[in-house]
């Protein structure tokens, strides 16, 4: 089947992440500057405004009491002299002195420059007028100065009552407005942070799923890959004992019975020869090669593929394994057997008898002994394969082990079963392989 | 006297051609028949019946000892001598309790084979030097007298298959599965498939199914 190149997931994830870091970033600052904005219009305006009414409401007070006093003195029903006023009058002057210069330092934003100084004129024209008053009264003309309350100087009060109120309106239209500007930038700041929330899940959303989905196609190319290669490796091995079966079969058989055929034709040929016979030993010296090539074809045969194998089957031929298998290397092996083996198919009796090979030759090789325990175990559903040594034990590192190892892990995967290498505790190796014997089909 | 009258059995016809030169070179001999396979072999012996046959051990179809076997229950007189590649106990144990009388190995015909044949015509038994006969081998078990195929055909009859499904399974010819039948059944010394059955599970060869049996 088609394999698409695995991708990297780094570019999607690296997009993902820039985007949710912009979204945030871009949140950031402009909820910065909503705060900004916030605390200029809390602080600025609206506590300015109401400190500016405070004072504003402060001179409206003096200019009302003001009104009272000049109200006694127009109508004259007090028993007290004008002049009496005068005290109260520079009382309430100093505290309007102080009230206004509070209020010009904390004139609101909404305050034009023409309406303070409207108001500074208007109450300068209206001291103006007090002082000719109380020029008025000091010269005793006590008629002209009443009159002068009830013209002038009631209508510069009067203008300065109206301009005071209106400043006040004008502060309290400006709270208002500015209460309404907080309350649009708090909901605009919500809407902000919930689109924020969307775009930050949104972000990681993909990402993760893309990641995800990544992994989950990554996992599934390594489970096939893996497939494949035990697919091939089982393949590989199958072939191997084909071809060996082949070879085994073809160098018996030909060449063998070749030889065979040569060997009786000459053994024929050398017996109608009269005993000393010119050429006599000469046959008998080929028909030695001829046997001793038979021999060694047999031997090669027998190496590739034991017809013992075929014929006796797993148990029989392990026997005869190990038998020979001490006469060539000169190692002394311990055998125990134990329950009765049943058939036992071709596979799985081939794949148990090279890793039998396999285990005693790792032994010749790295155990560095002379001695070693095979121990067979069988049941109608599974056989047990055990060879043991106290040698020099499994190296340290795994890929010491070699192909042989890796080929014997094959075999036992091949034939459903498991293997273990495992290290004796007093020194050595053991080798423990188990392979069911059920799921064996009618074809060997 | 009359001439010995001999069947060669032998897949390689090269072999056979040796084989018959070397015999008709003795005045004693008389070479009336060859065989390729081991069914063709049982064959030509009923039809020729043969004094002495000369049998390769490795045959298609039907091995020499299989063929010996069914050869020598029909014809219990006959002589045969197995020639083989192979040194292994377990052949020369099971050869000989097929009830051949020689067994020499091709790779050495040191022996002479016309002799040795005279030798099994005048009753007496060969043995290639090397080899251990069967006296003197560990007394194996009946079972472990079973070749892999007649292992493998138990395997199948215990499990309820007749003839015909063996031999469709194995893709051999019925009349060849019921050779092996007969064959471990007589090395088991059991007349019965019943009692077949029973001696496999007792033996632990196989384990009772779990649940009911299956309707047939």
């Known amino acids: 089947m088609a394999m698409m190149p695995p991708r990297t997931p780094t570019l999607i994830q690296l997009l993902g992440l820039l985007v949710t870091l912009a979204a945030v970033g871009v949140f950031s600052i402009f909820t910065l500057r909503q705060v900004e904005q916030l605390r200029r219009l809390g602080s600025d305006i609206v506590d300015r405004n109401r400190r500016d009414s405070l004072q504003l409401i402060r001179i409206q007070d003096d200019v009302a009491q003001l009104g009272l006093a000049l109200r006694d003195m127009a109508e004259g029903a007090e028993p007290y002299p004008l002049e009496a006023y005068r005290p109260q009058f520079q009382r309430i002057r100093e505290d309007l002195q102080n009230a206004l210069e509070l209020e010009a330092r904390l004139m609101p934003a909404t305050r034009t420059p023409a309406q303070q100084k409207l108001l500074e004129t208007v109450f300068g024209r209206f001291w103006a007028v007090v002082d000719e008053l109380w020029q008025l009264a000091a010269e005793g003309r006590t008629e002209a100065a009443r009159a002068l309350i009830r013209t002038r100087i009631e209508a510069e009060r009067a203008t300065l009552a109206t301009l005071i109120s209106r400043l006040l309106i004008q502060n309290n239209e400006a709270e208002a407005a500015a209460v309404e500007e907080i309350q649009a930038i708090h909901s605009k700041v919500e809407r902000n942070l919930y689109a924020l929330l969307a775009a930050v899940i949104a972000a990681i959303l993909i990402t993760g799923s893309l990641v995800i989905w990544h992994d989950r196609r990554m996992f599934a190319q390594v489970a096939l890959l893996s497939e494949q290669r035990k697919e091939l490796a089982g393949q590989v091995i199958r072939v191997q004992e084909d071809l060996f079966r082949t070879l085994a079969r073809e160098l018996h058989d030909e060449f063998g019975q070749v030889l065979t055929a040569v060997g009786m034709m000459l053994l024929r040929v050398e017996k109608r020869l009269p005993e000393g016979a010119p050429g006599r030993e000469d046959l008998r010296e080929v028909r030695e090669i001829a046997n001793q090539t038979l021999e060694r074809v047999r031997g090669m045969s027998q190496m590739l593929h034991p017809p013992v194998l075929d014929d006796y089957g797993l148990e029989r031929s392990i026997e005869w394994y190990l038998g020979q298998f001490e006469k060539q290397t000169g190692m002394r092996v311990h055998y125990s057997k134990e329950g009765v083996a049943p058939w036992i198919g071709d596979t799985v009796a081939i794949h148990m008898y090279r890793i039998l090979q396999e285990s005693l030759n790792n032994v010749v090789r790295h155990a560095g002994v002379k001695e070693a325990w095979v121990r067979v175990r069988y049941s109608p559903e599974k056989m047990e394969l055990e060879v043991e040594d106290h040698g020099a034990g499994l190296p340290d590192k795994p890929q010491e082990s070699g192909l042989g190892m890796i080929g014997m892990r094959e075999r036992a995967e091949l034939l459903g079963g498991r293997i273990e290498f495992r290290r004796r505790p007093g020194g050595g190796t053991v080798v423990h392989v188990e392979a069911p014997l059920r799921a064996q089909g009618g074809k060997g | 006297m009359s001439k010995i009258r001999v069947l060669l059995a032998d897949d390689h016809s090269l072999v056979r051609k040796g084989f018959r030169r070397m015999l008709e070179d003795d005045p004693d001999i008389e070479v009336v028949g060859e065989a390729a396979t081991g069914p063709q072999a049982v064959e030509e012996a009923e039809r020729l019946k043969p004094q002495v046959i000369v049998m390769d051990l490795a045959m298609p179809e039907l091995d020499g000892i299989q063929a010996a076997s069914q050869i020598l229950r029909k014809l219990p007189e ?139």
């Open chain 2, 78 to 216: 006959t002589g045969i001598l197995m020639l083989s590649m192979y040194s292994e106990d377990a052949y020369v144990r099971n050869a000989f309790a097929a009830g051949v009388k020689g067994y020499l190995l091709k790779n050495a015909l040191e022996v002479d084979l016309p002799y040795a044949i005279k030798e099994i015509a005048a009753g007496r038994t060969v043995i290639a030097p090397g080899l251990t006969p069967p006296s003197q081998q560990e007394a194996p078990s009946d079972f472990e007298k079973l070749t892999q195929r007649e292992r493998e055909v138990l395997q199948h009859i215990v499990q309820g298959r007749s003839n015909k499904e063996i031999a469709a399974i194995l893709g051999l010819s019925v009349n060849t599965v019921a050779v092996h039948r007969a064959n471990l059944m007589q090395a088991l010394g059991i007349h019965r498939t019943a009692d077949l059955v029973v001696y496999a599970i007792k033996k632990g060869l196989v384990t009772l199914p779990e649940g009911p049996l299956p309707e047939k």
